[in-house]
């Protein structure tokens, strides 16, 4: 008969993906201590922010359908990622870091966590896509990398919910030879071009555009961290990684920026909103290009095995093409590989969001918990 199992859970981060995970989390937990086979209980001991702590210093469960109103209470400054690490190495019993932020310092981090036993489950794209010598570090102390230590997943690092890198991993581990990796990654880039060149013609200027995206809260705070390319690059760094390329970093490959060179000194990403405009006429005359051959513009990454060729930028396509086919802010992932053959295998969906990002999050911790004895 299986012993019951008590795993502690540590979150960083109670934000849009940390607010939805923790609700997820509660009604997990609800579900797994409920199983009269074998049940799991799972106690949340630490949740933190960047500026606050909320923990239990004797391991004891935190309420998790109290978290806000205690986590606003509390007057403890976060802990360092050592301290945190040497907290978590003596829980007595095995412990989950579930990190919904995109702090480098954390990422940095991972290593030691996982060698001191600690799993780790993350949508922080830094982690996996910083130098190269960080994700060699991370998989050879991980249990299901080469190492003894913790164990660490990250599906929602590339397209939030969508079972983008389980899907590439099955295929690299089955045998299958991945020749061509390509998509549109950011929710962001989808709906802002699918809202500037929608099939059929039509869509404002490209200015109009990028402020409205802004205003519906599909870009960041400042779309310059959008519009640079570089959130792309990130995810194309990971699957290149995944599909064996020793890719160094995001910045060691063409990456296209959309921001204008002479708007590269703007202070504010108000200002850079109020001069885009200025040069709206380039984008204008790739859109009438594009017509004219009967195609439209997307921002798209490529990962070309063979070549080793990685690249992120604009592209035109038919008509067609699945990726001009798009709505909203969906994600389109195409893997041509040799059993597959002319026809790739295609994952499409929504590639952002709090609910679908911390669906990735809780289905990691989910296979962190069946590997957890």
């Known amino acids: 008969m299986p012993l019951p199992k008590q795993i502690f859970i540590a979150v960083i981060g109670a934000g849009g993906v940390g607010r939805c995970f923790l609700n997820q989390l509660h009604h997990l937990a609800s579900n797994l201590c409920q199983n009269p086979a074998a049940p799991t209980y799972l106690s949340l001991i630490l949740l933190s922010t960047s500026k606050k702590l909320l923990h239990s210093p004797d391991y004891r469960s935190l309420h998790l359908g109290l978290w806000e109103e205690e986590l606003a209470a509390s007057g403890t400054p976060a802990l360092s990622p050592t301290d945190l690490a040497d907290y978590l190495a003596n829980a007595p019993s095995k412990v989950v870091l579930v990190d919904n932020t995109s702090n480098q310092t954390l990422a940095d981090a991972y290593p030691l966590f996982l060698k001191k036993g600690i799993s780790i489950v993350t949508p922080n794209k830094k982690a996996f896509s910083s130098s190269y010598l960080l994700w060699k570090s991370i998989f050879s102390a991980a249990a299901n990398g080469s190492g003894a230590g913790g164990y660490v997943f990250h599906e929602s690092s590339v397209g939030a919910g969508l079972p983008v890198i389980c899907t590439l991993k099955e295929l690299v581990e089955t045998g299958d030879e991945v020749r061509k990796i390509e998509g549109v990654f950011s929710g962001t880039m989808s709906f802002l071009f699918n809202s500037f060149m929608p099939v059929g013609g039509g869509g404002g200027s490209f200015s109009a555009e990028v402020k409205r995206a802004k205003e519906l809260g599909y870009t960041e705070p400042d779309p310059r961290d959008d519009l640079n390319g570089l959130d792309v690059a990130r995810k194309l760094t990971i699957l290149a990684r995944l599909a064996g390329l020793e890719v160094e970093s995001p910045t060691s490959f063409p990456v296209q920026s959309l921001i204008p060179k002479e708007l590269e000194g703007c202070k504010s990403g108000d200002e850079f909103l109020e001069r885009l405009s200025e040069f709206d006429g ?92």
């Not at 005359?285 to 080793?308: I, M, P, Q």
């Not at 001009?324 to 969001?353: C, E, H, M, V």
């Open 282 to 373: 380039k984008m204008e005359k790739l859109k009438k290009e594009a017509v004219t051959e009967g195609k439209v513009v997307r921002f798209v990454g490529s990962v070309d095995v063979a070549k080793k060729d990685v690249k992120v930028g604009l592209e035109k396509f038919d008509v067609s093409h699945p990726i001009a086919a798009l709505k909203g802010s969906d994600n389109i992932i195409s893997f041509y590989t040799k059993r597959y053959g002319d026809n790739p295998l295609i994952i499409q969906g929504a590639g952002a969001g709090g609910e679908v990002t911390a669906m990735g999050v809780t289905g990691d911790l989910i296979k962190v918990l069946r590997l957890l004895h």
